[in-house]
């Protein structure tokens, strides 16, 4: 990922050493603050585990940050997206299955029509269902923990909430 982008946090609620993280395996993801043509924002429920979360996953071996957010748009929202602008970089210790992910999140519109999303199966397994929400009831769902997993409360929904609050600057202009 570029250097020059903001690094907005580190999470590493598990205290993970320094000399732990050179023995993980590393992922590199996308998020993105979506806004439909009402600047509503795009969430996923995952129903299975009772938590909100932005759009976004995995960049594949061989694939750009900027086509990586569009394929995950595409599958989980739908539709594909305008980028706008770079909101930052958040990084994750995960002791509990050995991983530092490092997620770039951009603020996005959807370009054209809502489609409808396209789950993989583990996602299918974990009950999404895309919410389009205004920016104060989005922050107030993420705000809102109910995460029955370690994964979801400890790095998923601090992380979105991060991201979504750093792009507050665009729906208060």
Not at 34 to 62: C, F, H, I, T
Not at 68 to 79: D, H, P
Request: proline share 3%; hydrophobic share 40%; net charge negative.
């Amino acid at each position: 990922m570029n250097s020059q982008i903001e690094q907005l946090a580190i999470l590493n609620p598990e205290i993970v050493t320094e000399f732990e993280v050179l023995k993980y395996g590393v992922r590199e993801a996308v998020r993105a603050v979506v806004v439909d043509e009402d600047n509503r924002v795009a969430l996923l429920y995952v129903a299975e585990e009772k938590y909100y979360k932005l759009p976004g996953g995995g960049v594949e071996p061989q694939e750009d940050l900027r086509s990586a957010l569009n394929r995950e748009c595409l599958e989980e929202i739908g539709g594909e997206v305008e980028i706008i602008k770079e909101i930052g970089t958040i990084t994750e210790y995960r002791k509990f299955c050995k991983l530092k992910q490092v997620s770039l999140c951009y603020f996005a519109r959807l370009k054209g029509e809502k489609g409808i999303p396209h789950y993989t199966q583990a996602e299918l397994a974990q009950d999404f269902h895309l919410l389009w929400l205004p920016y104060d009831e989005a922050i107030l769902k993420l705000s809102e923990n109910q995460a029955t997993s370690i994964e979801g409360r400890e790095y998923i929904i601090p992380r979105d909430r991060l991201f979504l609050l750093a792009a507050g600057e665009f729906f208060y202009q």
